[in-house]
């Protein structure tokens, strides 16, 4: 069966220190692989979406970027945070078959200082 | 831009009583998603509607697409205190993209 892990789980960074979120998915080849940011008890805001290595596309622009250097991991990261970047970050993966539904780690909560 | 707006945002009741919530827009879905999120925690799939007029069970929750496929409801019979959490639904439009609604924060006070 699938797996997705996220670390870490909490982070406390001040501001402009850098940031670095790691996702990764065990039990399936070539996911599609996501990073969504959530705002208290709100819904979900799409930040990058990647279809293979190397592969990244940006939804919303920021001080944030990913990376994916091997097929089943995928990176978030930032240079300096900025105040604004606090949020709970999940990661998901989508599923092959069926309809496009999306497997969610249990997400990084992320505040910024 | 694709919508999906839920409704109500926010919803508190009492152990036993029922509820629904809505999910509507304008636009058509090819499928439409619920996922049930807890505190802390990433959100879970409950099911996929994907035929227009679909009714699904999952025990004491029932989940319709519309005939239109703009829209859906989730109906929760009898709710429970484990109910409680933050009900998201997701359309899939027609680039395969999932629209996501904002959210309705349900509490199942004991």
């Known amino acids: 069966s699938q797996t997705i892990h996220q670390w870490p789980a909490t982070l406390v960074q001040p501001v402009g220190s850098p940031l670095s979120l790691e996702c990764t998915v065990e039990g399936t080849s070539n996911p599609n692989l996501y990073w969504y940011r959530q705002a208290a008890g709100r819904g979900l805001q799409l930040l990058f979406y990647?279809?293979?290595?190397?592969?990244i596309s940006s939804e919303v622009p920021q001080n944030l970027s990913a990376s994916r250097p091997q097929d089943r991991q995928f990176i978030l990261s930032s240079k300096k945070l900025l105040l604004s970047d606090s949020g709970f970050y999940l990661c998901a993966w989508r599923g092959v078959q069926g309809y496009y539904e999306q497997y969610f780690g249990p997400g990084t909560r992320l505040t910024v200082t | 831009t694709q919508l999906l707006e839920q409704s109500p945002q926010f919803l508190s009741i009492q152990e036993g009583e029922n509820l629904t919530v809505y999910c509507n827009s304008s636009?058509?879905?090819?499928?439409l998603q619920w996922y049930r999120q807890e505190p802390g925690e990433g959100p879970v799939l409950l099911v996929t509607v994907v035929t227009g007029g679909e009714v699904k069970k999952l025990k004491r929750l029932t989940f319709q697409f519309g005939d239109a496929r703009k829209d859906s409801s989730l109906h929760i019979t009898a709710a429970q205190p484990g109910d409680t959490g933050l009900y998201l639904c997701?359309?899939?439009?027609?680039?395969?993209?999932?629209?996501w609604g904002a959210g309705t924060k349900l509490i199942i006070k004991p």
């Open positions: 636009s058509v879905f090819s499928s």
């Open positions: 997701a359309g899939l439009n027609s680039n395969y993209q999932l629209i």
């Open positions: 990647s279809v293979g290595i190397g592969q």
